[in-house]
T-cell receptor, first 113, second 110 residues
């Protein structure tokens, strides 16, 4: 079974704090993704990575950065958290190539006060 | 950007088959149909996907019409744990993007 884990299920941070969300997958997948999910807006892609040290912007990268130093680990960084970044954050991974199935982690529900 | 249309909600009796429809009338020849579900406060769970032929796995069956403009996900014996939001997704050319849309809330009742 594919296993994608995320460092926290729930997180509460204050405005202006730097926030790290970590994602680890154990299936040697090439591609990893960060999404946020908000009511009425579905899933929106923040960043993705198709290889170690490679990253690509998704649809809403502003206010976020990512890091992929190892193949199995993909980190999402909120440089200075703001209240509009309160959301459910979902990490996913997939094998290389097009049309590959994405497998999701359990999600991190972040509240920024 | 969602390319699929699904009913907002459906009810199903426990033990009966749940048939979830999806319309994707603008699907392109090289686009797959994917189904995921999301149980409350959890990450989406992959169920099944297909291109043209019907598919079956341990979780569900996927029936795609011959013209590929619609499909049906079938859970053969629904249980209470199948209560979730079910998303029908058409993979667009940008392989990295999933447009989840609003999905169908399936309520399995005892």
């Amino acid at each position: 079974d594919v296993k994608v884990t995320q460092s926290s299920r729930y997180l509460v941070k204050r405005t202006g704090e730097k926030v790290f969300l970590e994602c680890v997958q154990d299936m040697d997948h090439e591609n990893m993704f960060w999404y946020r999910q908000d009511p009425g807006l579905g899933l929106r892609l923040i960043y993705f990575s198709y290889d170690v040290k490679m990253k690509e912007k998704g649809d809403i990268p502003e206010g976020y950065s990512v890091s992929r130093e190892k193949k199995e680990r993909f980190s999402l960084i909120l440089e200075s958290a703001s209240t509009n970044q309160t959301s459910m954050y979902l990490c996913a991974s997939s094998l290389s190539g097009f049309q590959e199935t994405q497998y999701f982690g359990p999600g991190t529900r972040l509240l920024v006060l | 950007d969602a390319k699929t249309t699904q009913p907002t909600s459906m009810d199903c009796a426990e033990g009966r088959a749940a048939n979830l429809p999806c319309n994707h009338s603008t699907i392109s020849g090289n686009e797959y149909v994917y189904w995921y579900r999301q149980i409350h406060s959890q990450g989406p769970q992959y169920i099944i996907h297909g291109l043209k032929n019907n598919e079956t796995n341990e979780m569900a069956s996927l029936i795609i019409t011959e013209d590929r403009k619609s499909s049906t996900l079938i859970l053969p014996h629904a249980t209470l744990r199948d209560t979730a939001v079910y998303y029908c997704i058409v993979r667009v050319i940008d392989f990295n993007k999933f447009y989840f849309g609003s999905g169908t809330k399936l309520n399995v009742k005892p």
